[in-house]
């Protein structure tokens, strides 16, 4: 799934789950768990530089997208060109799942409802790949 629609997913579910939420009540509070929800909706997928770097072997896909961002966002079906997208999609899972561990235990002992947040936004985002890799949506 493309940067935009993993953005627009987090909006969506971020809002929801601020006005959800019983624990987050202060509006700077509820305004700052949004725009993690949105960042961390889309900067989750950085991982997969690091699983590109394991595979091709050089950091040539990073630096790529870090000299032309434009390209990183708006080519993003030729970011990982010459990687074994299969193996890719299965890793970067993965690691997807071991990031989400680390930042729910993490968020989890600031506040259980920061952990509940990241739980379900990290959820929707792996549902939102699943769902792409699959050809459902």
């Known amino acids: 799934m493309k940067s ?22 202060v509006p ?3 305004l700052g768990l949004f725009a993690y929800g949105v960042v961390l909706s ?11 770097r394991y595979h091709a072997g050089d950091w040539s896909h990073f630096r790529r997208c870090v000299t032309d961002p434009v390209f990183a966002f708006t080519q993003q079906e030729q970011v990982f060109d010459g990687v074994d997208t299969d193996i890719l999609e299965t890793h970067r899972l993965l690691t997807h799942a071991l990031v989400g ?16 947040f990241t739980a379900l936004v990290l959820y929707v985002h792996v549902v939102a790949d699943l769902l792409r890799d699959g050809d459902i949506a």
Do not use: K, R
């Open 42 to 52: 889309v900067f989750v997928d950085l991982d997969h530089f690091l699983l590109a």
């Open 4 to 25: 935009p629609e993993h953005a627009a997913l987090g909006a969506v579910t971020s809002g929801t789950l601020v006005l959800a939420l019983p624990e987050i009540g």
């Open 28 to 30: 700077l509070e509820a």
């Open 101 to 116: 561990a680390g930042l729910v235990g993490a968020t989890g002992l600031l506040s259980p409802a920061y952990a509940v």
